[in-house]
């Protein structure tokens, strides 16, 4: 989790940064070969071998993170109640992006090297949330205007964030309606 959550805050911004990802959080637990490049739907490979890109700046891999970034937010999004749409875990356990971990309850990612790199992104999501549905179902917040994640439904219920409160919204709809 805190791998998936790490790609969500803070995405990785060059091939560099984002091979290590991949060892820190995928390769060295055993969980995935180390990828030789990446893919996103659209876009092309990009590979993570040195040497690095031409461009230093890397664009093509800053945008293929942007587009899986966005595309891992979206579904976690459309979890959220009440569509409570729970299709990408299904997704995962189809294709084998995920598996059971041992003979405990548990789920562990198991994603291929060739999968998008956002399948990849929501396969440690999916893990955890398989793993933890209750704590899960009770607690991730993901604000339906910025796609912020948090684990405090408390102040700005699941579906906000302290800067966008569905809650506070309402009220304000509420006070400006002519009285009857
Ligand atoms: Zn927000």
Do not use: N
């Not at 040195?50 to 993170?65: F, G, K, M, S």
């Not at 595309?71 to 299904?90: E, I, K, N, Q, Y």
């Not at 198991?110 to 607690?139: G, K, M, N, T, W």
């Amino acid at each position: 989790m805190l791998a998936a959550l790490t790609f969500v805050d803070r995405p990785p911004q060059s091939a560099a940064a984002l091979a290590a990802w991949f060892e820190k959080h995928l390769v060295a637990p055993g969980w995935m070969p180390r990828p030789a490049h990446v893919t996103e739907g659209f876009s092309e490979q990009v590979t993570l071998a040195p040497p690095a890109a031409a461009d230093p700046e890397e664009p093509e891999l800053r945008e293929l993170v942007g587009a899986a970034r966005f595309r891992v937010l979206a579904s976690l999004r459309a979890f959220m109640p009440p569509a409570a749409d729970d299709r990408f875990l299904t997704a995962a356990i189809r294709a084998g992006r995920v598996r059971p971990a041992g003979d405990t309850a548990l789920w562990e990612p198991c994603p291929r090297a060739e999968d998008l790199l956002s399948d990849i992104v929501l396969s440690l999501f999916a893990a955890d949330i398989l793993s933890y549905r209750e704590f899960h179902d009770a607690y991730l917040c993901v604000c339906k205007t910025c796609l912020r994640i948090d684990f405090d439904p408390s102040t700005s219920g699941r579906t906000g964030c302290p800067e966008h409160q569905p809650t506070a919204t309402v009220s304000v709809m509420r006070r400006s309606r002519p009285p009857l």
